[in-house]
């Protein structure tokens, strides 16, 4: 398993384990890219969730891979001025919303993204690892 995380334990805007999601994942939405595999659920999502209250960071205005395993990527977009650090497993949190969302049984590619309050959002998709 290959996993490429940026993780930082910064005390800039730190953000609670319990994201306030703003609304339902929206599937197939992320313009320009592939779909991502199932590996995110059976490795990705598990590898963010046992980091438990590490942070994973990312800068102003950015997508920052967080985690990437079988050619799909999970990211922290960041649509602030400012950075912003989040709790792992709770990205992780938001890529479980993201694959119970849009996980169709008739094929094994998905992608979608799921924003939370806060300026920042959770994107699955696939990714060169």
Same mark, same amino acid.
């Given at each position: 398993m290959k996993f490429s995380a940026i993780i930082a334990v910064a005390s800039a805007a730190l953000v609670s384990a319990q994201a306030q999601?703003?609304?339902?994942?929206?599937?197939?939405?992320v313009e320009g890219a592939n779909a991502a595999s199932h590996t995110i659920a059976t490795e990705g999502i598990p590898y963010l969730r046992n980091l438990g209250g590490?942070?994973?960071?990312?800068?102003?205005? #950015?997508?920052?891979?967080?985690?990437?395993? $079988? @050619?799909?990527g999970i990211f922290l977009c960041n649509d602030n001025n400012n950075d912003v650090n989040i709790r792992?497993?709770?990205?992780?949190?938001?890529?479980?919303?993201?694959?119970n969302a849009c996980n169709g049984n008739s094929t094994p590619? #998905?992608?979608?993204?799921?924003?939370?309050? $806060? @300026?920042?959002n959770v994107v699955v998709r696939a990714s060169d690892c």
């Open positions: 999601w703003s609304g339902d994942a929206a599937c197939g939405r590490t942070n994973c960071h990312a800068p102003p205005r #950015f997508c920052q891979r967080v985690s990437c395993s $079988g @050619g799909s792992c497993e709770t990205i992780g949190e938001g890529a479980a919303r993201i694959f590619y #998905f992608k979608g993204q799921q924003f939370a309050a $806060g @300026g920042w």
